[in-house]
Structure formats: structure tokens, C-alpha cells
């Protein structure tokens, strides 16, 4: 939890430059918001951001009240500066203990958040709690296949100089096991689909700055206790870039899920 903290207050000074997948899937999301023909009069965002979300909020007119909220207090302290003319409260709170009566929401939303969580299955069962019977959850979070490429670029070298192999890529849900893990929970009607999205950098430098921007690396990539050499990065660079790129570009790929 404080890794998240530490990692997104960082990342709330340059969010306009590294915002850019976080904006894409959360038109994504809202594109599939519009296909439900529901009133989510009162709605709970998890995982807020700078207020990335608040004038795609703003188009719906059947929302009254929004509660939106992150981790990081300094996300938030940007969002309050976005908002205009709807009811909302800013909150920071833990997601695993939300602050909220029993079927308080039409709208339980969530962009690309719950993947920090330490117990998902807590998470779930809290939103669970706090939606109305009719409810509706509606959330991106990162499947198993993100950053295959640089999983096995980092292994690979490890294994070429260390002669071992520790894990750096975080473990994501996979997609065949998403929807029994809502069904478990008690979500009835549970639908799940995903996007595959590559996105094209200079080197593995270039990309792992870019997880940094967007406050993801604690989360998307392992952290060893001791000192990881500038010499295995450099042979995963070069691993990742002949068996990894396009018109001299290196590609990763995010797996997107979408409950």
C-alpha cells in the first residue's frame, strides 16, 4: 500500500506526458458504459487518478453524486482542481475496507487500479457489499499477458549472466479465471472481455521510464532486494530488442480486462 502511495504521489507531478493508456482505456470503459441503459444516480470511483474520469462523469446526466477516490492525496489534490459543476466528494481510502453502508451505489467504477491491491478477492467482495442489488461494477484492470516481452527479456538475461531466474513482472489474472473469481464473489450477469494493446518505444529504457510516469512500476515490475547490475539491463535491452521490434522500435504489450 505505501509502494502505491509512494509510486502515485510521484507520478501526480508529470501525469499529463504518461496519462496516455490510462486516458485510452478509460475511454474505452466509458464507451461501454453507454450501451447500459441504467440511472447511476449515485456512483464510487476507485482508483481516481488526477480526476481523469470527471468530464466523461460530467456528459452522463443521470449521475447526482460521485464519490472519487485514490491512494494518493496529491492525485486528488489535482482532481478537486477539475471539477465543475457535479456533486462530488474526494476521498482517499483503502480499498479493501471501504468507508461505505451496505448497497450504497448504482456504480462501482475502477480504471486500471485494482491489479495494486494486496487481496482481490477482499476488494471484490467490498464493492460487492456496497453496490445495490441491481448495481452495476464496471472495471479495467491488467491481465497476465502485460509485458511478456520484457518478462522474458529480463529472465533471459538473468539466467545468461546470474544463472538463476527471479521474477520481476508482477502475476496478473488471467482472463479464463476472471469471471468464476466474480461469480465466487456473488456477481450475477458477469461479462468479461479484453483488448490487447502494443505500444511502441525506443528501447527497454524508454519503456520502464514510462511505467515509472505512470506510477506502475512498483506494481508491473518485481523489485529484487538486492542491487540489480547495469549489465543484466543492458542484455535484456539487447534481448528485447532483437526478438521485440518493428521498424526499430521496440513493442510491449498491456493486456487489458474488462469486468
Same mark, same amino acid.
Given at each position: *500500500?505505501?509502494?502505491?502511495?509512494?509510486?502515485r504521489?510521484? @507520478?501526480?507531478?508529470?501525469?499529463?506526458?504518461?496519462?496516455y493508456?490510462?486516458?485510452?482505456?478509460?475511454?474505452?470503459?466509458?464507451d461501454?458504459?453507454?450501451?447500459?441503459?441504467?440511472?447511476?444516480a449515485?456512483?464510487?470511483?476507485?482508483?481516481s487518478k488526477?480526476?481523469?474520469?470527471?468530464?466523461?462523469?460530467?456528459k452522463?446526466?443521470?449521475?447526482k453524486?460521485i464519490?472519487? !477516490?485514490? =491512494?494518493?492525496?496529491e492525485?486528488?489534490l489535482?482532481?478537486?482542481?477539475?471539477?465543475?459543476?457535479?456533486?462530488?466528494?474526494?476521498l !482517499?481510502?483503502?480499498?479493501?475496507?471501504?468507508?461505505?453502508? %451496505? %448497497?450504497q451505489?448504482?456504480l /462501482?467504477?475502477? %480504471?486500471?487500479?485494482?491489479?495494486?491491491?494486496?487481496?482481490?478477492? *477482499? /476488494?471484490l467482495n467490498?464493492?460487492?457489499?456496497?453496490?445495490?442489488p441491481?448495481?452495476?461494477f464496471? &472495471?479495467?484492470?491488467?491481465g497476465?499477458e502485460?509485458?511478456?516481452?520484457?518478462?522474458?527479456?529480463? &529472465?533471459? +538475461?538473468?539466467?545468461?549472466?546470474?544463472?538463476? =531466474?527471479?521474477?520481476? /513482472?508482477?502475476?496478473?489474472?488471467r482472463?479464463?479465471? @476472471?469471471?468464476?473469481l466474480?461469480?465466487? /464473489?456473488?456477481?450475477?450477469l458477469?461479462?468479461i472481455d479484453?483488448?490487447?494493446?502494443k505500444?511502441f518505444?525506443?528501447?527497454?529504457f524508454?519503456?520502464?521510464?514510462?511505467?515509472?510516469g505512470?506510477?506502475?512500476?512498483?506494481s508491473?515490475i518485481?523489485?529484487?532486494?538486492n542491487f540489480?547490475? *547495469?549489465k543484466?539491463? !543492458?542484455? +535484456?535491452n539487447?534481448?528485447?530488442?532483437?526478438?521485440?521490434s518493428?521498424?526499430?522500435?521496440?513493442y +510491449?504489450?498491456?493486456?487489458i480486462?474488462?469486468f
Amino acid at each position: *500500500k505505501k509502494k502505491n502511495q509512494i509510486s502515485r504521489n510521484r @507520478a501526480s507531478t508529470k501525469y499529463k506526458k504518461y496519462d496516455y493508456l490510462f486516458n485510452e482505456i478509460n475511454d474505452r470503459l466509458f464507451d461501454r458504459l453507454k450501451f447500459i441503459k441504467r440511472q447511476f444516480a449515485n456512483t464510487l470511483e476507485i482508483g481516481s487518478k488526477t480526476g481523469n474520469t470527471i468530464n466523461l462523469f460530467n456528459k452522463k446526466k443521470d449521475i447526482k453524486k460521485i464519490f472519487i !477516490s485514490d =491512494i494518493s492525496k496529491e492525485m486528488l489534490l489535482i482532481a478537486k482542481k477539475r471539477q465543475t459543476d457535479k456533486q462530488k466528494i474526494f476521498l !482517499s481510502l483503502d480499498e479493501e475496507n471501504l468507508p461505505f453502508k %451496505n %448497497n450504497q451505489f448504482n456504480l /462501482v467504477f475502477s %480504471n486500471l487500479y485494482l491489479h495494486w491491491s494486496n487481496d482481490l478477492i *477482499k /476488494v471484490l467482495n467490498e464493492i460487492y457489499r456496497v453496490l445495490r442489488p441491481d448495481g452495476l461494477f464496471l &472495471c479495467s484492470i491488467f491481465g497476465s499477458e502485460t509485458l511478456n516481452e520484457l518478462k522474458y527479456s529480463l &529472465c533471459t +538475461a538473468e539466467d545468461k549472466i546470474l544463472k538463476s =531466474i527471479t521474477p520481476r /513482472v508482477s502475476p496478473f489474472i488471467r482472463l479464463q479465471d @476472471a469471471g468464476s473469481l466474480l461469480q465466487k /464473489v456473488g456477481f450475477q450477469l458477469p461479462v468479461i472481455d479484453k483488448d490487447s494493446i502494443k505500444i511502441f518505444f525506443d528501447d527497454m529504457f524508454s519503456l520502464m521510464k514510462d511505467l515509472k510516469g505512470m506510477g506502475e512500476s512498483n506494481s508491473l515490475i518485481g523489485r529484487k532486494k538486492n542491487f540489480t547490475t *547495469k549489465k543484466l539491463f !543492458s542484455e +535484456a535491452n539487447q534481448i528485447y530488442k532483437k526478438k521485440f521490434s518493428k521498424n526499430k522500435k521496440i513493442y +510491449a504489450t498491456f493486456e487489458i480486462l474488462y469486468f
